[in-house]
């Protein structure tokens, strides 16, 4: 199976400049973009137009996008303690949700499979009014959000694989069933939200799947939870558009994450997706996926190239294990339990959805 897979490249995300010893840096991306070069003939490349501001307030208060105009030109200053920015971070950041918007499109338009936004800033952790844990825009949320209104999505499912909780996204669609938020992440880990009892509230009671890991997990344990908590979801949700939050930072190289994942899971989670994606129907979902952390430039990029190796086609299977280590079988049980009485998932034997 290789799918149509599109990407979005452009040399303006590294004006966005965080001073030397921040580790969301320029780095990252041009390492990315340079084995790019090696897949130009397998991807459609993308160069991605500003967000209009009608677009970015779909998600963000005006107040919060006024805040990020007045950085425009400015020296290097600070919108959270941990999120400087410099005279072109703005541009950056629009042009993070332009492209996804693009990405977007092609999909809808059935031109690509498969988009992922290789930009910066990343946005998970931003919220409707504020920036911080080095976000700007949320730009994953203004995807669905773009997504919803311009095509008329019904059912977005949003998977939150960086090692951080995404508490921008959690907050932003907590209360909307249109979009289903799942999410593995270390509590112990910035911003400390995202407890196994986050469910959603009122219209999206239940359509939030927060899932706090345990540290020494390996690959294996990762794809038997992914197995037995993310095929239920997508086999009782039926996601129209599949939308991946995808920072690498839980990888054992990641100087920030603390975790022992290799780059293999994420070719390995992202085989998951396409033959759960194969398997939910008609048309098959698209799957989206835009940058969020891992700060090792090295183990960021062979990341990246396995999620885009499984996506055009190279041989990469699940192996989905029976069984995993007893805290992972415990964590598995629990959140099953929690979810079971709101009647979204529909749990199915892995590998198989019905
Ligand atoms: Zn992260």
């Not at 996008?65 to 072109?88: C, G, Y």
């Not at 996804?100 to 809808?108: R, T």
């Amino acid at each position: 199976m290789n799918l149509r897979v599109g990407i979005t490249r452009d040399d303006r995300f590294l004006e966005h400049k965080t001073g030397h010893f921040h580790p969301e840096h320029p780095k990252r991306l041009s390492e990315i973009y340079r084995m790019i070069d090696y897949y130009a003939d397998r991807l459609t490349i993308i160069s991605p137009k500003p967000a209009s501001v009608e677009q970015v307030e779909l998600v963000h208060t005006p107040a919060h996008v006024n805040r990020i105009l007045k950085t425009a030109e400015q020296r290097i200053t600070s919108l959270a303690p941990d999120t400087p920015v410099s005279a072109k971070s703005y541009l950056a950041a629009w042009l993070a949700v332009g492209g996804c918007l693009q990405g977007i499109d092609l999909l809808m338009e059935n031109t690509c499979d498969a988009f992922f936004a290789l930009v910066r800033p990343p946005g998970h952790h931003a919220t409707a009014d504020r920036a911080g844990g080095f976000c700007i825009f949320n730009n994953l949320a203004i995807a669905a959000r773009y997504a919803a209104a311009r095509y008329g999505i019904e059912r977005i499912l949003i998977i939150d694989w960086d090692v951080h909780h995404g508490n921008g996204l959690n907050d932003i669609f907590h209360e909307d069933g249109g979009i289903y938020y799942y999410s593995t992440h270390d509590l112990m880990l910035y911003p400390y939200s995202g407890p196994m009892e986050d469910t959603g509230r009122g219209a999206g009671a239940g359509c939030t799947m927060n899932i706090p890991l345990v540290r020494d997990m390996t690959d294996d344990d990762m794809v038997y939870l992914y197995a037995r908590t993310l095929l239920p979801v997508i086999a009782g949700y039926k996601p129209q558009l599949i939308m991946v939050a995808a920072g690498f930072d839980a990888h054992a190289d990641d100087p920030v994450g603390h975790h022992r994942f290799s780059e293999l899971l994420y070719g390995r989670i992202t085989r998951l997706l396409m033959d759960a994606r194969e398997a939910a129907g008609t048309p098959a979902p698209p799957l989206f996926f835009t940058l969020e952390g891992g700060y090792d430039p090295r183990s960021l990029t062979r990341s990246v190239h396995a999620v885009l190796s499984a996506l055009t086609g190279d041989e990469i299977a699940a192996l989905v294990p029976e069984t995993a280590s007893d805290d992972v079988v415990a964590i598995v049980d629990a959140v099953l339990t929690i979810h079971r009485p709101y009647g979204v998932i529909h749990e199915v034997i892995p590998g198989v959805i019905q």
